[in-house]
């Protein structure tokens, strides 16, 4: 495999169709008689009704949390942290409605939430520290959901919650802007750096695996 050059919109597009892909096959069926079923218990705050639910969702709200962390336990944190906000939150919920995309928005909002407070986190680490001082598909199908999540979680903070938002999320720069306090500058730049990024963490991934089969 060595030789291969991706360039930013293929990173983007790659992963991209990657992570919906397994989005997709990890997401669980929807039974909606089951669903409303556990959830009416969860309005009535039984515990068992919310372990079902924690259960029956854990692999695909897992799976969204995972593209915003640094590693699974930050991402373990997001998702508990969102659970928590799902049944704070669940007498709102209109069972007339999906429920899936409901929990997919506030485990994306928790970790939008989960980025502010690193940031500031960081920006506090700084100023104490300042006192002191193109073969698209072929090439993609050979990666793992796994190994995906790791080329992700290599990327700075603010440069994969950005490329989440927009790319897999939908959201449009102005959208975003307002998300995370940036500018629509900021965001369209780290945006473009993410792919850049991706296109040497996936050029270095494959050089890797060719110097290891040879």
Not at 11 to 18: E, F
Not at 38 to 62: D, F, N, P, V, W
Request: glycine share 4%; with cysteine.
């Amino acid at each position: 495999m060595s030789g291969h050059v991706i360039n930013h919109d293929q990173a983007g597009n790659l992963i991209q169709k990657s992570l919906v892909l397994v989005t997709k096959a990890v997401s669980l069926e929807e039974n909606t008689d089951r669903t409303n079923t556990i959830l009416i218990g969860c309005k009535k705050l039984h515990r068992e009704s919310q372990k079902m639910l924690y259960e029956e969702y854990y692999a695909y709200a897992l799976s969204i949390c995972l593209r915003y962390a640094d590693n699974r336990d930050e991402a373990s944190e997001i998702l508990n942290d969102g659970f928590m906000k799902i049944f704070n939150n669940i007498k709102q919920f209109d069972l007339s409605k999906a429920f899936k995309p409901w929990l997919r928005k506030i485990m994306v909002n928790t970790a939008i939430n989960q980025f502010h407070q690193k940031q500031r986190q960081i920006q506090a680490e700084e100023i104490q520290l300042a006192k002191h001082e193109s073969e698209g598909e072929s090439i993609i199908s050979g990666i793992s959901y796994q190994e995906i999540i790791a080329m992700l979680q290599k990327l700075p903070p603010a440069y994969r919650t950005v490329f989440n938002l927009h790319v897999l999320e939908g959201y449009k720069h102005e959208e975003i802007a307002k998300m995370l306090n940036i500018t629509v500058g900021t965001s369209k730049s780290n945006l473009f750096k993410a792919k850049e990024s991706l296109k040497r963490i996936m050029n270095d991934f494959f050089e890797a695996d060719y110097v290891e089969k040879e």
